[in-house]
Nanobody, 122 residues
């Protein structure tokens, strides 16, 4: 089982910054795509939207809505994934999930954290 647990959510005014952290099992960083997703409570689509992910190669991908404002990084010595969020907007309000996805090998599958709430006020 791959463990994933995020933290760091909170409430900030628009234009502010937050950093989310995600501690995961060591194997996740060598065998999975590590990423951040978000979901707006009550959204009729009931889907989690991609925010950003980082491949085992180190290549990163960002949703267009966060490019230039958010930065994903990892510290493998600490088994931790980060999401630095700057210039936050009210539309960034959501529950943010850390996920280890497309894991291969013995721990094949996807693993999700419980989510952390980010609220951006106007």
């Amino acid at each position: 089982q791959v463990q994933v647990a995020e933290s760091g959510g909170g409430s900030v005014p628009a234009g502010g910054s937050l950093q989310l952290s995600c501690v995961a099992s060591e194997i996740a960083f060598s065998s999975c795509r590590m990423g951040w997703y978000r979901q707006v409570p009550g959204d009729k689509r009931d889907e989690r939207d991609l925010v950003s992910f980082i491949e085992t190669t180190g290549a990163t991908t960002y949703a267009d809505t966060v490019k230039g404002r958010f930065a994903i990084s990892q510290d493998k010595r600490k088994n931790t994934l980060y999401l630095q969020m700057n210039n936050l907007k009210t539309e960034d309000t959501a529950v943010y999930y850390c996920a280890a996805t497309e894991c291969y090998g013995y721990f094949y599958g996807d693993y999700w954290g419980q989510g952390t709430q980010v609220t951006v006020s106007s």
